[in-house]
């Protein structure tokens, strides 16, 4: 099964809040379906409604350990008990957009602390990648 040419087969919504425990989707389709946004101006409200690394929303406080990565990471969160994850755009130093999903499950307990610092850590990496 197919929707807008992405695969679904790993695709369960169950709440429109993100909240159920029985949500399910794959970093990669996370991936291909946030790929297809910044070509569409249908989507532009999506991609600058997001929060910023370091400058707002629920990333306000957070990548204040890496100055290059404030401010050229949109992404949302997602927090829940034993869940940290990050999905968004970064804009890499020479000018060139990455898309990324970052996901941690079974992190024993509530991810804020270590589990959200390391997911930041990897969004850093990504928006201040040279490759």
Not at 49 to 66: A, E, I, Y
Not at 105 to 124: F, R, T
Request: overall charge positive; charged content about 20%.
């Amino acid at each position: 099964l197919k929707v807008a040419k992405l695969p679904i087969r790993c695709f369960v919504f169950h709440d429109g809040s993100g909240l159920s425990r029985q949500n399910r989707i794959s970093p990669k389709l996370l991936v291909e379906v946030l790929g297809t946004a910044p070509g569409d101006d249908r989507y532009s409200a999506l991609i600058t409604g997001l929060p910023v690394s370091g400058l707002n929303g629920s990333l306000t406080d957070r990548f204040g350990f890496s100055k290059p990565a404030r401010g050229v990471v949109r992404a949302k969160t997602g927090t829940l008990n034993d869940v940290s994850s990050l999905a968004g755009w970064a804009n890499l130093p020479d000018g060139r957009t990455v898309v990324f999903a970052i996901m941690a499950d079974e992190i024993n307990g509530y991810p804020l602390g270590a589990p959200q610092d390391a997911v930041d850590k990897i969004a850093a990496a990504i928006a201040t990648c040279a490759c």
